[in-house]
Nanobody, 116 residues
Framework: QVQLVESGGGLVQPGGSLRLSCLAS????????MSWYRQAPGKEREVVASISSVGTGTNYADAVKDRFTISRDNAKQMVYLQMDSLKPEDTAVYYCHLYQGDMDYWGKGTLVTVSS
């Protein structure tokens, strides 16, 4: 079955960086678009970034453009989110996401807190 396991969250000061990782298993990883979403306290879950199956195409939410970078390693079945110049408003639980066969698959999430 599909499994998505996020890691790499934590507490970071404004202006700092974090790298999130997502280990995927249970499906043909190299054929699917992968995404990162986030959900801040009291807010709806929103898409942050997406990457095509071979990694040549990426899309970002306006709020993170030029600060975050999504990448993938199909050999390792990993998706990454490099987050730079972090702001307090980036504080959220970050989720790895797969949409396949009319179904949404989510990891359990990793908490990112940006605070001084």
């Amino acid at each position: 079955q599909v499994q998505l396991v996020e890691s790499g969250g934590g507490l970071v000061q404004p202006g700092g960086s974090l790298r999130l990782s997502c280990l995927a298993s249970g499906f043909a990883f190299s054929y699917d678009v992968m995404s990162w979403y986030r959900q801040a306290p009291g807010k709806e879950r929103e898409v942050v970034a997406s990457i095509s199956s071979v990694g040549t195409g990426t899309n970002y939410a306006d709020a993170v453009k030029d600060r975050f970078t999504i990448s993938r390693d199909n050999a390792k079945q990993m998706v990454y989110l490099q987050m730079d110049s972090l702001k307090p408003e980036d504080t959220a639980v970050y989720y790895c996401h797969l949409y396949q066969g009319d179904m949404d698959y989510w990891g359990k999430g990793t908490l990112v807190t940006v605070s001084s």
